[in-house]
């Protein structure tokens, strides 16, 4: 079958899915993947919003015969390709090709943890005991073990880490429910499949060798299509580096005494000594004070209190792991444990003494309850170079947002796609007629200390005349938090703030109230699509340039800089011309969508580099006068 006997006007998808519509850019780039797929080699292509970029990677893998694995960027999108997607073009197409999704391993119930938490349960809160005999009901009769099919348990449930597994905490064949295992089920059904739905966590996480299990799928692929490929740059780099948290510590003593009194019971000494390392660790995290913050690792090394709790909780691990020694071959748990002891004493070791030579970037970030010890590669380019070549096989990324104006030099740059082929397709949305982007004139400098009071100024009449229907998408917690106490008295419509709610449901009251007006950050800023007149402006406080403060950041632009580049227009302007784009991609989903696109930031229009973000952006009709936007609405 022909790409176009599916695709084209009078093709298939045509006459049997309703809504469907033929769109030139989406048959285009349906035969630039299958010209991908059939001769090797890599294809980047940018497809612009509402193209039908899903279809026109689909079609062709379905038609292929080959494998392909299929890589998204969150569960969210693994779940439609494989729940809705998939099912329609394979009814449609009668397509015979097997599909299956495949997630990370904390996505699946583990039945021996269950239990485990089943015989510990005495110690759990009341509202995390009602959680897990919740699942418990549910494992008696899920045939998948996806935990996202238990609508009913909070996505952030403390239940969670309790009953799904990790590498460190996997048995692996010596696990007695191995034969139940519903991750072994998945991953076998993987195998067996033509096309496997994963995302770039997966991805990454088998590249990197991290996840012991995976590894025998990827290399029986002929293909891999990376979807929403901007984000595999960020994936790639936490992956292929190391990460220590006082979490993962924490973890390990409370699996180390849940097996020590499944296995042992006679050692009251270890015991204690598990009290001694969590304190440790607890220590660790108090010496880097109270404030939320990210810093570079010279930082810890100038500070003799945060050294020596770090010696300190090392100490204690070490004398653990002597501990675990002496009782080795106790019982599969236990050992299990000693393991995890020594591979966390070996990365601490490997993040306080780097190998000489390595191009590393070592950084710290404090959360609430929790700190993490990270080690990021300082360019991810060679590395992922260095894998697609041990897997040879066709390599297609594809989004919305992976040219900056017609150049894919900064993404190709990233990954070191430097041969690839590049294709762009612009959207067929009449942007010049939908929608109207409005740069208001007199704004103070985003560094203004009142900018923030400016930007809700600015944006109440708006919202008055849009009657809510509005996104305030803003580049930090801060200034959104302000905006928020701020709009709380002065606001007529329902105001809905990133973080009182899950994303989800946020979202859901959205487009249940109509007239909501939803202020969000950076998750907010892609992946949502909010179609219709619920959605009608999207405000958007300043450029989005990634915090300057940033250790990774920081590191790669002293790179540029060392290299005789300049890092500013090298790398900070084009990856903020990308994020802007997918900002304002969230207004125009259909080509029935109407709205306004507001950028309040004055730089837009006075800096040289603003014609960068001007060229990247699709082609909205353009206005500085207030007056143009409320008659938009009138």
Not at 135 to 147: E, F, K, L, Y
Not at 453 to 462: D, G, S
Not at 473 to 496: I, K, M, V, Y
Request: glycine share 8%; proline share 5%; aromatic share 6%.
């Amino acid at each position: 079958m022909e790409i176009a006997e599916v695709l084209g006007p009078d093709g298939l998808l045509a006459r049997s899915i309703d809504g469907f519509a033929y769109r030139s850019q989406q048959l285009g780039m349906a035969e630039a993947v299958a010209a991908a797929l059939d001769q090797g080699g890599s294809l980047v292509a940018e497809a612009g919003t509402g193209t039908g970029k899903t279809f026109a990677y689909l079609v062709p893998a379905l038609l292929s015969g080959q494998k392909v694995i299929i890589s998204t960027g969150t569960r969210n999108l693994q779940d439609q390709l494989f729940l809705r997607d998939l099912p329609r073009l394979r009814e449609a197409m009668a397509s015979p090709a097997r599909v299956a999704l495949l997630k990370g391993r904390a996505n699946y119930l583990c039945i021996h943890r269950m239990e485990s938490a089943m015989l510990d349960a005495r110690g759990q809160r009341r509202e995390d005991l009602r959680w897990l005999l919740k699942v418990r009901d549910w494992s008696a009769h899920t045939d998948r073990g996806d935990i996202s099919e238990l609508g009913d348990v909070p996505e952030d449930a403390a239940i969670w880490p309790l009953v799904t597994s990790t590498t460190d905490n996997c048995l692996g064949q010596e696990c007695s429910a191995w034969s139940r295992c519903h991750l072994v089920e998945a991953r076998r059904r993987a195998q067996e499949a033509d096309v496997v739905v994963v995302n770039h966590h997966l991805l990454c996480a088998d590249f990197s060798l991290k996840d012991d299990g995976f590894g025998e799928l990827l290399p029986a692929a002929d293909a891999f299509i990376v979807d929403e490929a901007h984000q595999l740059p960020e994936v790639a780099s936490n992956f292929f580096g190391t990460t220590v948290s006082t979490r993962q510590i924490l973890d390990l003593m409370r699996d180390t005494q849940a097996e020590y009194h499944r296995e042992a019971g006679d050692l009251p000494k270890l015991l204690e000594h598990l009290d001694v390392v969590s304190k440790s660790a607890r220590d660790l995290r108090l010496a880097f004070g109270q404030t939320l913050r990210r810093g570079p690792w010279n930082e810890i090394e100038a500070d003799s209190a945060v050294t020596q709790a770090l010696d300190d909780c090392r100490d204690r691990l070490d004398e653990l792991h002597g501990m675990l020694e002496a009782i080795q071959g106790r019982g599969k748990g236990l050992d299990a444990c000693l393991a995890r002891c020594e591979g966390l004493g070996r990365q601490i070791d490997g993040l306080v003494s780097p190998e000489e030579g390595g191009d590393v970037i070592r950084w710290f970030e404090t959360h609430p309850q929790s700190l993490r010890l990270n080690s990021t590669p300082l360019d991810v380019a060679d590395v992922f170079r260095l894998q697609m070549q041990r897997h040879p096989a066709s390599w297609i990324f594809t989004s919305a947002t992976l040219a900056v104006g017609d150049s894919f030099e900064h993404f190709q740059r990233q990954l070191g796609l430097d041969d690839a082929l590049t294709c762009k397709w612009d959207s067929p949305f009449d942007y010049s007629n939908q929608a109207l982007w409005y740069v208001p004139r007199g704004m103070p400098q985003p560094s203004d200390p009142g900018y923030t009071q400016a930007v809700v100024e600015l944006v109440l009449p708006i919202v008055e005349a849009s009657a809510g229907r509005a996104f305030l998408l803003f580049t930090s917690h801060r200034a959104l938090r302000e905006a928020a106490d701020l709009l709380h008295e002065r606001l007529t419509f329902p105001l809905l703030v990133q973080g009182s709610a899950p994303k989800a449901e946020l979202l859901e009251r959205f487009v249940e109230h109509g007239n909501a007006v939803l202020l969000g950050t950076a998750s907010f800023w892609e992946g949502v699509d909010v179609r219709g007149e619920a959605l009608s402006v999207v405000i958007i406080d300043k450029l989005p340039f990634a915090s300057p403060g940033d250790p990774v950041l920081q590191a790669r632009l002293d790179a540029v800089r060392r290299s005789g580049g300049n890092p500013f227009m090298q790398h900070q302007v084009p990856q903020a011309a990308i994020a802007l784009k997918q900002g304002a991609g969230r207004l125009i989903r259909d080509v029935t969508d109407r709205g306004v696109l507001v950028l309040c930031d004055p730089r837009l229009l006075k800096k040289g580099y603003g014609q960068t973000f001007l060229d990247a952006m699709p082609p909205f009709a353009r206005t500085r006068d207030l007056e143009q936007v409320l008659a938009f609405f009138r």
